[in-house]
């Protein structure tokens, strides 16, 4: 399946102990790269969460949010300073008499005073923790997978179209490398013609020069080798193999093919035709640049 480097995923779960929020978005990069911001309390889950990953992405800068808040029960403890209390009530109100303010404490704020209200919870297992993270991460992934096929699909059916323009391009070329000749051999038989005035012109060394030209203009080969490499291009995106990094090794070959055509042949409208190509070649590698 041909897959986009970037995607979106979202999941969420209310676990029976906590509620699980997994968030994953991507975008392209040439290696598999992942910022996992994780609770601090949790940040063993990093690693395994890393190889849950990696078993289905292969590529892109990886963005994951794990939320985890966990529901206070009756295994968390509150408990109140009072002597420390006292000595902050004791304070406050010696300054509040000797400069004649008004006491307007109230027991918010009294709470709000530093060390007097703690709270203390009995310690997480993470197994336990692990299993409720898991299914949530496994939903998110898949949401994101799912986006990045739908994407990748879009990808490959353009790539593809463009093969086919490619090709169109091509088949010009081709058909116009006959006329091209003959124009070639009907110059040189007037400047040869120009050059000598009334003496003949030796047939045999004119075609062999005609040959000579020919063998330097044959772009045979050229045209041979990019629709294979388009060939290529189009039997790995219907197959669905999601190599984007062979992908764009054979998009250079496309455009070597394209710059040895235009060096042989420097006709003005092959040259256009070159052109075009070579825009729409540098279409495709964009393209492919956001393939897995």
């Avoid at 890393?50 to 963005?63: F, N, P, T, W, Y």
């Avoid at 409720?132 to 994101?144: G, S, T, Y």
């Avoid at 984007?244 to 054979?250: A, Q, S, Y």
Wanted: charged fraction near 35%.
């Amino acid at each position: 399946m041909i897959r986009s480097m970037t995607g979106y995923g979202r999941a969420q779960c209310a676990c029976e102990a906590r509620d699980v929020t997994v968030e994953i978005k991507a975008v392209n990069h040439r290696y598999f790269e992942l910022n996992a911001r994780v609770p601090r309390a949790y940040l063993s889950l990093e690693d395994p969460i890393r190889a849950e990953l990696r078993k289905s992405i292969v590529r892109g800068k990886v963005d994951l949010n794990l939320t985890v808040v966990r529901r206070e029960g009756d295994d968390t403890n509150v408990t109140v300073n009072r002597e420390l209390l006292s000595r902050y009530l004791s304070e406050i109100r010696a300054v509040l008499k000797e400069n004649d303010l008004r006491d307007d404490l109230t027991a918010s704020t009294i709470l709000r005073f530093p060390s007097v209200v703690t709270t203390e919870g009995t310690e997480e297992d993470l197994t336990q923790v692990w299993n409720d993270v898991l299914p949530v991460l496994r939903q998110a992934l898949a949401a994101f997978l799912a986006q990045r096929e739908e994407e990748g699909k879009r990808l490959a059916d353009d790539i593809i179209a463009k093969c086919g323009e490619l090709n169109a391009y091509a088949d010009t070329v081709e058909a116009a490398l006959p006329a091209l000749m003959e124009a070639y051999e009907t110059r040189l038989r007037t400047r040869i013609e120009e050059l000598l005035g009334e003496r003949t012109v030796e047939e045999g060394r004119l075609l062999t020069e005609i040959g000579i030209m020919a063998d330097k203009t044959a772009v045979d080969e050229e045209l041979v080798r990019l629709r294979s490499h388009t060939a290529s291009l189009r039997h790995m995106l219907e197959k669905g193999v999601s190599d984007g990094k062979k992908m764009d090794f054979i998009v250079q070959e496309l455009n070597r093919e394209v710059n040895t055509m235009t060096s042989k042949i420097g006709d003005l409208e092959i040259t256009r035709t070159a052109i075009e190509m070579k825009s729409l070649i540098e279409k495709i590698r964009e393209q492919i640049q956001n393939i897995e």
